[in-house]
C-alpha cells in the first residue's frame, strides 16, 4: 500500500496539471470569442450555457460523477469565461483603461479581509497586474483613489444581515468619484482562535463591528466573554497571532485563518447563512458600459421641500421603465431634518430612455448626483445559468413510458406548466380577475376583506427566493412528511433538484393523533432541512406549531407552514402575521372554504400579506382515501380570492398509487402548484409511509407532467 499511494498521487498530479492546462487553453479561446464580440453581436447566449451544462452534467452521470458536482465547477467556470468577455468589452469601450499593464486596489483592512477576497474576486478576469493595497479606513481608501494614490477601490454598500453601511454612503456623496463596477462576496464568519480550545475558555473577541453585529445571536450565548471591536476582521485575526494569547478569539473569513495559522473553532456563527456583502467598486472617472451588459446606475439626489417630492421622484423612474434595485435615505449634511436619496436602479446611461429620464429627474429634485453605470452582479440578467431538470432532458418521450393512462395524460397535458389552456391559468397569466360579477357582489357580504378579490382583484404572487408562487408556472414542492435523518433528508433534496422541483418540504414538528407517535426531530431537523436546501438551492417549507416557536423557526425557513389541525389555532396565525415569511395555510379536515378563507385573513389582518393556501382533503363519509380531496375548491377559491393555492394530494390519498392521478387532475383544475411527499424507503418512514411516493414513482410523476 505504501508503494501504490507515491503512484496513485503522481497520476493524480498528471490528471491535475492537464486540467489547468485545458483551462489556460479554454481561456484563450475565450479571449477571441470576446475580441470577436467586441465588433458587434450578441454578448450572451444563455440556452447555449444551458445546454452546455446540461450536456456535461449527463456525461458526467454517465461516468459514474456526482451532477452537481459538475454543474457547480463548470457552472464557476462559464460564469468567468462571461466575465472575461465583459472585461474586452469594457476594453473596447474605454481605451484608457486597456492602456493599462498594471493597477492598484485599494481595500480596507488587511490581507484575508472580506474587501480583499471580493477585490481578488472582481479584478481576477482582468488579465492586468494587479496590486492589492489594504487601508485603515473607508475614508482612506477613497482618498487614495482620488489623489492618485490607487486606481479603484472595493467599497462594501451594503449586507445582507446588517443592512446598509452609512458610513459608505455618506462618503460616496462627499467626494468626487465614481462607480463603475459591483461584487458580491459570501460572508461566512468563523470563530478563529490559536489552538482548538473549549470556547468557556475564551474570554475575549475581537472583530470588526459589522461582523460582530451580523454575528450577535452567537455572541449572546457566551458567557464571561467581551466582545470588541477591530477597525478589520483579517486585523483581528493577525492580532491573535502576534498575543499569543489562547483566551483571545477572533472573528473572520476562513481565508484569514490559513493565512495567519489559525484554528477554526466554530463555522457558520452569523445570524443568518445566507450572508452576502454587496461591494461597489469605485474609481475617478464614470465609465461607458457596452448595451449588450445588463447594467445598473446609481445617482444621489435631495427633494425640494415639497408635498410629495420624493414620490414624484419615484415617479419618474416608474414613467421610464427604470426598475429601481435600493433606495437609502442619510441625513443632508448641514441641513437638518432635510435628507439625501440614494438610488440603485436598472439600466445603462448609454441608453435613451436612462439618460432622458435622469433628465426629467433633475427637473423633480433640487439636487442630482449620477454616480455611474457599471456591470450588475445581482439582477436576474446577470446570474449564471443552470443545467435544465433530468425531466425536462428527457422530454415527452419519458411521459410515453411512465404508464401514464390516457385520461391521466390528457389532463397532465391540459396542467401544461409553460402555457395552461385552463380559464384560470389564462387569468394568473395576465394579472386578471378570475370571479364575475356576481362573484364580486357576493363578496361584500363575507367576513373577510384583505384575502377577497373585491380587495384586490390581481393574482397575488409570492416570491420565495428565485421561486414565484402564483404565476403561470405552477410549483412542486416535494420532500419527506419527517425529517429523519441528514442521508434521508439530502437524498430527497438531490432528488427534487434534479428533477426540476422548485421547493423541498419537511417535517420538523409533527403534530400526530397519537401520542406515542414519532414527533419529529425538532430544531435538529431544522437544521438539517436548512443544510439540505442550502446544499441544493431549494427554499425549504416546514410546519410550525407553536406561537413561541415562530420567530426562530422563520429564522431558518423561507416558508412556514400552518398545518389542517390548526387552521383555526388563531394564536399562532396571528404570531406568523407579524413575521416576514411566507405562509402555507393548510385547511383545515372538517373547514368550509369561508372559514379557511377567514383563518388567511388573521395572518393579513396582522401585516403578513404573504398567504399561500393548501388544499389537503376534508372529512367525508368516504373511508377508502385518508381524507377527500376537494378539487371543486380550486376553482372556488380562485373566483372568492387573490391568494394562490396549492393542493396536497398525499394527505388527501392517504395511499402513494392514488397521489400521481391527484396531481395531475389538480394542476388541470388551476393550481397553482402541489405539494407531494417523497421517501427514499417508504417502508421504513418514520410516519406516513404508505402516502409517500418512492424515488422511481416521484421520477416518473415529474416526467407525465410536461
Not at 498575543?243 to 485563518?257: F, G, T
Request: proline letters at 5%.
Amino acid at each position: 500500500m505504501s508503494q501504490e499511494l507515491p503512484k496513485l498521487r503522481r497520476q493524480l498530479d498528471e490528471i491535475d496539471a492537464k486540467i489547468v492546462d485545458a483551462l489556460a487553453a479554454r481561456d484563450a479561446l475565450i479571449a477571441g470569442i470576446g475580441e470577436l464580440k467586441a465588433a458587434g453581436g450578441g454578448l450572451r447566449d444563455v440556452q447555449r450555457e444551458e445546454d452546455l451544462l446540461t450536456r456535461l452534467v449527463e456525461r458526467g452521470r454517465a461516468a459514474g460523477l456526482d451532477g452537481f458536482y459538475v454543474a457547480r465547477l463548470f457552472r464557476e467556470i462559464v460564469e468567468h469565461s462571461l466575465r472575461r468577455q465583459q472585461e474586452h468589452l469594457a476594453d473596447a469601450q474605454n481605451p484608457d483603461r486597456k492602456a493599462q499593464a498594471a493597477i492598484v486596489v485599494a481595500y480596507q483592512g488587511a490581507e484575508g479581509s472580506y474587501s480583499q477576497l471580493a477585490a481578488a474576486r472582481h479584478f481576477g478576469p482582468r488579465h492586468v497586474e494587479v496590486a492589492y493595497k489594504g487601508f485603515n479606513t473607508f475614508a482612506e481608501m477613497l482618498e487614495a483613489v482620488r489623489d492618485g494614490g490607487a486606481d479603484y477601490a472595493m467599497l462594501p454598500i451594503e449586507n445582507t444581515t446588517a443592512g446598509s453601511i452609512n458610513e459608505a454612503y455618506d462618503l460616496l456623496a462627499r467626494l468626487k468619484l465614481a462607480l463603475v463596477g459591483e461584487e458580491v462576496q459570501r460572508v461566512d464568519h468563523c470563530l478563529l482562535a490559536l489552538e482548538v480550545v473549549p470556547l468557556s475558555h475564551i474570554r475575549r473577541i475581537y472583530s470588526h463591528p459589522q461582523a460582530i453585529q451580523q454575528c450577535s445571536e452567537f455572541l449572546s450565548t457566551l458567557r464571561d466573554c467581551h466582545v470588541e471591536s477591530f477597525t478589520d476582521t483579517a486585523l483581528a485575526a493577525r492580532k491573535l497571532r502576534e498575543d499569543q494569547d489562547l483566551s483571545q478569539a477572533a472573528i473572520a473569513s476562513e481565508q484569514a485563518a490559513r493565512l495567519y495559522g489559525l484554528q477554526v473553532l466554530r463555522r457558520g456563527i452569523a445570524n443568518q447563512k445566507e450572508n452576502f456583502t454587496r461591494f461597489v467598486v469605485v474609481a475617478r472617472e464614470p465609465a461607458r458600459v457596452d448595451p449588450r451588459i445588463p447594467c445598473k446606475t446609481s445617482v444621489i439626489f435631495a427633494t425640494r421641500h415639497e408635498e410629495g417630492a420624493l414620490l414624484k421622484a419615484l415617479n419618474v423612474l416608474h414613467a421610464y421603465k427604470l426598475n429601481m434595485t435600493k433606495l437609502e435615505s442619510r441625513p443632508r449634511p448641514n441641513t437638518p431634518w432635510e435628507y439625501l436619496f440614494y438610488v440603485d436602479f436598472e439600466g445603462n446611461l448609454a441608453e435613451a430612455n436612462v439618460a432622458a429620464g435622469l433628465r426629467e429627474l433633475a427637473s423633480q429634485t433640487g439636487y442630482l448626483k449620477v454616480l455611474g453605470s457599471y456591470a450588475a452582479r445581482t439582477t436576474k440578467e446577470a446570474q449564471p445559468a443552470e443545467p435544465r431538470p433530468a425531466v425536462a432532458r428527457r422530454g415527452k418521450a419519458a411521459a410515453a413510458q411512465s404508464g401514464v393512462a390516457a385520461g391521466a395524460s390528457a389532463l397532465s397535458q391540459a396542467a401544461s406548466r409553460d402555457d395552461s389552456d385552463s380559464a384560470a391559468h389564462r387569468a394568473a397569466a395576465h394579472g386578471k380577475a378570475a370571479a364575475p360579477p356576481i362573484v364580486l357582489q357576493s363578496l361584500e357580504k363575507k367576513p373577510y376583506r384583505l384575502v377577497s378579490r373585491a380587495q384586490r382583484a390581481e393574482d397575488t404572487q409570492i416570491r420565495i427566493g428565485n421561486v414565484i408562487v402564483g404565476g403561470p408556472k405552477p410549483v412542486i414542492i416535494a420532500g419527506p412528511c419527517s425529517v429523519e435523518s441528514r442521508e434521508q433528508v439530502l437524498a430527497c433534496a438531490r432528488l427534487v433538484k434534479e428533477l426540476g422541483g422548485h421547493m423541498l418540504r419537511g417535517g420538523c414538528f409533527k403534530p400526530r393523533t397519537s401520542p406515542y407517535a414519532f414527533q419529529g426531530l425538532g430544531y435538529e431537523g431544522l437544521d438539517l432541512l436548512e443544510e439540505a436546501g442550502r446544499t441544493f438551492g431549494l427554499p425549504i417549507v416546514t410546519e410550525v406549531m407553536h406561537p413561541a416557536d415562530v420567530e426562530r423557526v422563520a429564522r431558518q425557513a423561507d416558508v412556514l407552514q400552518i398545518g389542517a389541525r390548526n387552521m383555526q389555532n388563531f394564536s399562532l396565525l396571528k404570531e406568523v402575521g407579524r413575521v416576514d415569511r411566507p405562509v402555507l395555510l393548510k385547511r383545515g379536515m372538517m373547514a368550509s372554504i369561508d372559514e379557511w378563507l377567514s383563518a388567511a385573513e388573521y395572518v393579513l389582518a396582522h401585516g403578513n400579506q404573504q398567504v399561500i393556501l393548501c388544499e389537503r382533503g376534508i372529512r367525508t363519509f368516504e373511508t377508502a382515501t385518508r381524507s377527500t380531496l376537494d378539487l371543486s375548491a380550486i376553482p372556488v377559491a380562485r373566483e372568492l380570492t387573490h391568494l394562490p393555492i396549492l393542493v396536497d394530494p398525499s394527505h388527501a390519498c392517504g395511499t402513494w398509487r392514488w397521489v400521481p392521478a391527484m396531481t395531475r387532475a389538480a394542476l388541470a383544475g388551476g393550481a397553482h402548484g402541489v405539494m407531494v411527499e417523497i421517501h427514499p424507503e417508504p417502508a421504513k418512514a418514520l410516519s406516513d409511509g404508505p402516502q409517500a411516493l418512492d424515488f422511481a414513482v416521484f421520477r416518473e410523476l415529474m416526467e407525465s407532467l410536461p
